[in-house]
């Protein structure tokens, strides 16, 4: 890819999310591996969709093209899946109406508990639970 390119790789990953009690689910083929993110963080309207009761606010924000947006926190069940391995866990992961374009798996929720190496060359990732994962592997 020449500097002048406008199309850029990103490491991109499926993703499900739950609600953790009565299972409602939301597939999202586009969630990117951010290891400069803090937070995990899904689309707010994701709460009521899936019904999830928010944590008390936490006066999280999110700056997205110069202007703030909140954050609310509130806990789900993730799943990562290549079709042949799957990673299932419960974080605690943020919601905020930031119109960012995909999810962000970013430190807390996500990438804490995974080793995942990026091959940029060959524009992939392969990602493995770390000694910290909480959750089930098959």
């Known amino acids: 890819m020449s500097p002048g390119s406008t199309l850029r790789w990103r490491p991109f990953a499926p993703v499900v999310v739950l609600h953790p009690a009565t299972k409602v689910r939301r597939q999202f083929n586009r969630a990117l591996l951010d290891t400069g993110g803090d937070h995990s963080v899904f689309p707010e309207r994701l709460l009521v969709a899936l019904g999830l009761a928010p ?26 899946t290549d079709g042949a391995e799957e990673f299932r866990w419960n974080p605690i992961v943020g919601f905020s109406a930031a119109p960012i374009p ?10 804490e508990i995974f080793n995942v190496t990026f091959f940029g060359k060959d524009q992939y990732s392969e990602i493995e639970r770390n000694s910290a994962f909480p959750g089930t592997s098959n």
């Open 55 to 80: 944590l008390p606010a936490a006066g999280h924000q999110i700056v997205w093209h110069g202007v703030s947006y909140p954050v609310r926190f509130a806990q789900v069940e993730l799943v990562l």
């Open 102 to 111: 995909y999810i962000v798996l970013g430190q807390s929720g996500c990438l």
